[in-house]
Antibody, heavy 120, light 110 residues
Framework: QVQLVQSGAEVKKPGASVKVSCKAS??????????MHWVRQAPGQGLEWMGWINPNSGGIHYAQKFQGRVTMTRDTSISTAYMELNRLTSDDTAMYYC???????????WGQGTLVTVSS | QSALTQPASVSGSPGQSITMSCTGTSSDVGGHNYVSWYQQHPGKAPKIMIYDVSNRPSGVSNRFSGSKSGNTASLTISGLQAEDEADYYC??????????FGGGTKLTVL
């Protein structure tokens, strides 16, 4: 079945960058149907969509809030997607999830989450 | 893009049915049949329960059903069980090619 395995927890200082990985298995990573979305959840808060990447074409679409600060990439040779967030502040402390589906929904599967803590 | 509006909490007794709402605009919920619902237990990743307004992924109980009218989508859980107690989030595709989530509803099984 579809499985998304994310990299481990990170602790970063304000102003630094973080790069989270998400390794996919159980489906064809580059099938045209599948998009990889990134969603974050601050402690005790709701879900916030950050953007998606189409592993087949490399096409990307970011939420306006993160434009200029987020970069989503993929390595098709190892079926892995990446999300890098720059210029971190304490407001970026959150659980970051990758989730796959089509471009309209994360309707196939979610990773286990990666906790990113930003603290001086 | 503002978050979709969900009630903060709903509750019901075992065996009862409950319905929770998710209100957006004509640019998201009302304009596209791409509303999804997710269940999240504490400390766990969200799990898809409904997609494309009313479709259930394989393995999801048929006690869960979704619908939409205008700019408001709804999730109904029938035959409420203790294991249904969780946070529920809706999401919608938008006219800006983005996704937007609701603020979440905490379901308490009394």
């Amino acid at each position: 079945q579809v499985q998304l395995v994310q990299s481990g927890a990170e602790v970063k200082k304000p102003g630094a960058s973080v790069k989270v990985s998400c390794k996919a298995s159980g489906y064809t990573f580059t099938d045209y149907y599948f998009y990889m979305h990134w969603v974050r959840q601050a402690p005790g808060q709701g879900l916030e969509w950050m953007g998606w990447i189409n592993p087949n074409s490399g096409g990307i679409h970011y939420a306006q809030k993160f434009q200029g600060r987020v970069t989503m990439t993929r390595d098709t040779s190892i079926s892995t997607a990446y999300m890098e967030l720059n210029r971190l502040t304490s407001d970026d402390t959150a659980m970051y999830y990758c989730a796959t589906g089509n471009r309209y929904a994360t309707n196939v599967g979610w990773g286990q989450g990666t906790l990113v803590t930003v603290s001086s | 893009q503002s978050a979709l509006t969900q009630p903060a909490s709903v509750s019901g007794s075992p065996g009862q049915s409950i319905t929770m709402s998710c209100t957006g605009t004509s640019s998201d919920v009302g304009g596209h049949n791409y509303v999804s619902w997710y269940q999240q237990h504490p400390g766990k990743a969200p799990k898809i329960m409904i997609y494309d307004v009313s479709n259930r992924p394989s393995g999801v109980s048929n006690r869960f059903s979704g619908s939409k009218s205008g700019n408001t989508a709804s999730l109904t859980i029938s035959g409420l069980q203790a294991e249904d107690e969780a946070d529920y989030y809706c999401s919608s595709y938008t006219s800006f090619s983005t996704l937007v989530f609701g603020g979440g509803t905490k379901l308490t099984v009394l």
